[in-house]
């Protein structure tokens, strides 16, 4: 009988095994669509093909697209490639898929990554774990909108004992890239957080560019502390998600991620005692059993050695029980300082806190209101005083007279006026003619 014989089975599972395992995790690439059918399952098939070659590809329900395309739309698509067990062909399986006419942006973005890939920076065991339960965590993010409500809402939900830091940071446009890269600089100077989510909204490939900057992604990848990278909406990949430690779909999930529930906690706790004190009842009732069988089988002949045996046994328990009160001191002081922390975090207080502070900032506006206020007053009356000075009405109430030409000219030079020129002179309550007999020289 032949030795090493495969079924088509075991071949076609090796045959995939060695496909995934030599191909990249995730691949890029472009093509025009062609087969395009959406089954009534929800999932979404069809092939890739260019001049000359042919690949199949598929979309499951749960992958969620910004919108369908249709045979012959030329793409760009991300995804792994996978081996069809039954039908013994390999398909991509696709994760996201873009119009190739997306022009220069989107080849900056692959020559980025493709780049930084190169240099390992996207390399999973030189990314750093994340801690499992942080006391502390910075938020990178805009200080208005959604995202930062969401992550607070979700962090108070699971975790109200967690501290968590803000960086207002911009999160689109010139300069975004620096404002985040300056908080990952904060947060690894200052060393007051044990985990950092960088996170925004969803938008277009040139609304999320900040998060496609190569120094951002070295900063990232650098940081001391752990960074989660949480930037628009499941379908939208940059450079940072590939360059943080842990990539979340979604803000909101950003934040599950980070924390267990302090309700899993307790659970946890209440579970390990129970389990604890179930070993111990099973453990003390094997000792006292071996100890009865001890005493029956040497009670005669060997009354010295059972006695230390007995003895052994009761220290052994006796540090046992001692060991186990200590574990269970130490879960209940655990248990009792994460509640002092919840009541600390009480809404009620921080309410009255805030209250205190508004109401200071209200004084301070009145105040600086009244004197802006005051101040602009003068200020206006200084010049009101001004205009009154040089208008031309009141300096005819001192004296003074305009002269004109016949044309309507004022004379402001005895060189532009000549003898026999006919004038007129105009006075604060009227006016006359007059006629230059001579000019003097002064």
Same mark, same amino acid.
């Given at each position: 009988?032949?030795?090493?014989?495969?079924?088509?089975?075991?071949?076609?599972?090796?045959?995939?095994?060695?496909?995934?395992?030599?191909?990249?995790?995730?691949?890029?690439?472009?093509?025009?669509?062609?087969?395009?059918?959406?089954?009534?399952?929800?999932?979404?098939?069809?092939?890739?093909?260019?001049?000359?070659?042919?690949?199949?590809?598929?979309?499951?329900?749960?992958?969620?697209?910004?919108?369908?395309?249709?045979?012959?739309?030329?793409?760009?698509?991300?995804?792994?490639?996978?081996?069809?067990?039954?039908?013994?062909?390999?398909?991509?399986?696709?994760?996201?898929?873009?119009?190739?006419?997306?022009?220069?942006?989107?080849?900056?973005?692959?020559?980025?990554?493709?780049?930084?890939?190169?240099?390992?920076?996207?390399?999973?065991?030189?990314?750093?774990?994340?801690?499992?339960?942080?006391?502390?965590?910075?938020?990178?993010?805009?200080?208005?909108? &959604?995202? /930062? #409500?969401?992550?607070?809402?979700? +962090?108070?939900? =699971?975790?109200?004992?967690? $501290?968590?830091?803000? %960086?207002?940071?911009?999160?689109?446009?010139?300069?975004?890239?620096?404002?985040?890269?300056?908080?990952?600089?904060?947060?690894?100077?200052?060393?007051?957080?044990?985990?950092?989510?960088?996170?925004?909204?969803?938008?277009?490939?040139?609304?999320?560019?900040?998060?496609?900057?190569?120094?951002?992604?070295?900063?990232?990848?650098?940081?001391?502390?752990?960074?989660?990278?949480?930037?628009?909406?499941?379908?939208?990949?940059?450079?940072?998600?590939?360059?943080?430690?842990?990539?979340?779909?979604?803000?909101?999930?950003?934040?599950?991620?980070?924390?267990?529930?302090?309700?899993?906690?307790?659970?946890?706790?209440?579970?390990?005692?129970?389990?604890?004190? &179930?070993? /111990? #009842?099973?453990?003390?009732?094997? +000792?006292?059993? =071996?100890?009865?069988?001890? $005493?029956?089988?040497? %009670?005669?002949?060997?009354?010295?050695?059972?006695?230390?045996?007995?003895?052994?046994?009761?220290?052994?328990?006796?540090?046992?029980?001692?060991?186990?009160?200590?574990?269970?001191?130490?879960?209940?002081?655990?248990?009792?300082?994460?509640?002092?922390?919840?009541?600390?975090?009480?809404?009620?207080?921080?309410?009255?806190?805030?209250?205190?502070?508004?109401?200071?900032?209200?004084?301070?506006?009145?105040?600086?209101?009244?004197?802006?206020?005051?101040?602009?007053?003068?200020?206006?009356?200084?010049?009101?005083?001004?205009?009154?000075?040089?208008?031309?009405?009141?300096?005819?109430?001192?004296?003074?007279?305009?002269?004109?030409?016949?044309?309507?000219?004022?004379?402001?030079?005895?060189?532009?006026?000549?003898?026999?020129?006919?004038?007129?002179?105009?006075?604060?309550?009227?006016?006359?003619?007059?006629?230059?007999?001579?000019?003097?020289?002064?």
């Amino acid at each position: 009988m032949r030795e090493n014989v495969l079924t088509v089975t075991q071949l076609t599972r090796r045959i995939k095994e060695s496909l995934e395992a030599s191909l990249p995790s995730s691949i890029t690439v472009t093509g025009e669509i062609s087969n395009w059918t959406k089954s009534s399952s929800g999932h979404t098939y069809f092939s890739l093909k260019d001049d000359k070659a042919l690949i199949k590809c598929a979309v499951w329900r749960s992958t969620q697209l910004k919108r369908d395309f249709k045979d012959g739309d030329k793409v760009i698509l991300t995804g792994h490639i996978s081996l069809y067990e039954p039908q013994g062909t390999y398909q991509i399986i696709v994760r996201t898929i873009e119009e190739s006419g997306q022009g220069e942006l989107f080849k900056k973005f692959l020559e980025i990554k493709e780049k930084l890939e190169k240099e390992g920076l996207f390399d999973s065991s030189k990314k750093k774990s994340l801690p499992a339960y942080p006391m502390s965590i910075g938020i990178i993010t805009s200080p208005t909108g &959604s995202v /930062i #409500k969401d992550i607070e809402n979700v +962090l108070k939900r =699971r975790a109200p004992y967690v $501290k968590k830091y803000l %960086y207002s940071a911009s999160v689109q446009g010139k300069g975004s890239a620096e404002s985040i890269i300056s908080g990952i600089e904060y947060f690894n100077k200052k060393k007051i957080v044990d985990l950092i989510i960088i996170a925004r909204g969803g938008g277009s490939l040139e609304d999320l560019w900040a998060f496609n900057d190569e120094n951002l992604a070295y900063a990232i990848s650098g940081s001391q502390i752990p960074v989660i990278s949480a930037v628009g909406h499941e379908t939208d990949f940059t450079i940072a998600d590939f360059s943080a430690s842990v990539r979340a779909p979604t803000p909101s999930a950003a934040a599950e991620i980070s924390v267990k529930d302090v309700k899993d906690i307790l659970i946890f706790l209440e579970t390990s005692k129970r389990e604890m004190r &179930s070993s /111990i #009842k099973h453990d003390s009732s094997l +000792l006292r059993q =071996r100890m009865s069988q001890l $005493k029956q089988s040497f %009670y005669i002949s060997a009354m010295a050695p059972i006695n230390r045996k007995r003895d052994t046994v009761s220290f052994l328990l006796k540090d046992m029980e001692d060991s186990v009160n200590l574990k269970m001191q130490r879960a209940k002081d655990f248990v009792s300082g994460r509640k002092l922390l919840m009541e600390r975090a009480n809404p009620a207080n921080l309410i009255e806190k805030n209250r205190f502070n508004l109401n200071s900032l209200k004084a301070l506006i009145s105040v600086n209101a009244n004197s802006l206020l005051n101040s602009v007053k003068n200020s206006v009356d200084v010049k009101k005083h001004t205009l009154e000075a040089l208008n031309p009405a009141n300096v005819m109430n001192r004296g003074y007279a305009l002269v004109y030409r016949e044309s309507g000219e004022v004379v402001t030079d005895k060189a532009t006026v000549k003898v026999n020129q006919n004038l007129k002179i105009a006075l604060r309550d009227g006016s006359f003619r007059s006629k230059v007999t001579s000019i003097k020289e002064e």
